[in-house]
């Protein structure tokens, strides 16, 4: 059976507001194309621009999200965007955890599991991202990075109808390396094991991030357990965006 494959754009801070307006513009067409079958399309801009994705790319009838949300529902809490406001402003999916935010701005895996109740209570769907650093990867602890960080989060996502958790390994993004097939079959594998476990009841989509492209999409996607792909870079460039959601849904 086909699988239903989920292909993510974190567009970071690589976007501003007017080249995410002209990406939008000049690309719904194609958006509307890549958007078929059982493929579900979601972009990521930066909070100022996510009203006007929205708009903008409504005819393509793809997902929105934000790439971050506070893990408090209201307050005195200058700079913080609400789940309640993204959600009024037609966001479905939000990441939470991303690497960068857990080493630069401190996100802890207590902010993560608070940010997530925070988007259930709003209907947005969590986007999870876990992922050991090149240490901890070249000491052969992935999985008990990864075990450490679920751990709070696996009560919470057993409670929830759907979610996604995204694996990317922090040594992988950005830097054009990518991790050997046979390890991703063995981490995905043991990642879905562990959904099975502790969270049975919901439908998890397991997502790898991490330097993908046109050249390595169809191989990656083609890993048994990964349900899709979670893209930085190359989803600026909407040719390569392009060609990586068409080769990885074949
Ligand atoms: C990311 O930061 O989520 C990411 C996947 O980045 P890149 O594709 O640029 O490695």
């Known amino acids: 059976m086909k699988k239903s494959r989920f292909f993510i754009a974190n567009w970071k801070m690589g976007m501003p507001l007017a080249s995410a307006q002209e990406w939008c513009k000049r690309h719904v067409g194609g958006l509307t194309a890549l958007q078929k079958g059982d493929n579900n399309l ?22 929105i999200g934000a790439q971050n949300c506070s893990q408090h529902a209201q307050g005195a809490y200058t700079g913080e965007v609400d789940a309640q406001s993204l959600k009024d402003v037609g966001v479905r999916y939000c990441i939470v ?8 701005f401190g996100e802890t895996d207590e902010a993560v599991v608070n940010k997530i109740v925070a988007l259930e209570a709003n209907g947005i769907k969590p986007i999870i991202c876990i992922g050991e650093d090149s240490k901890q990867y070249h000491a052969g602890h992935t ?18 109808p759907r979610a996604l958790i995204a694996y990317e390994p922090i040594w992988a993004i950005g830097t054009g390396d990518t991790p050997d097939i046979n390890y991703l079959d063995d981490i995905f594998l043991w990642l879905r094991e562990q959904v099975m476990m502790k969270a049975p009841d919901t439908i998890v ?4 991030g991490g ?32 060609k990586i959601v068409s080769l990885a849904s074949r």
């Open 143 to 160: 999985k008990a990075v990864l075990e450490g960080q679920l751990r709070l989060v696996f009560p919470v996502l057993a409670t929830l």
């Open 97 to 104: 955890g991303h690497s960068e935010r857990r080493a630069l």
């Open 211 to 242: 330097s993908v492209t046109p050249d390595n999409a169809e191989e990656l996607i083609n890993v048994q357990q990964i349900d899709g792909l979670l893209i930085g870079g190359a989803s600026l460039d909407f040719q390569k965006f392009e």
């Open 42 to 63: 979601v972009l990521c801009p930066n909070f100022v621009a996510l009203q006007s994705v929205i708009e903008l790319c409504k005819p393509a009838a793809i997902n």
């Open 205 to 208: 989509s397991l997502i790898y």
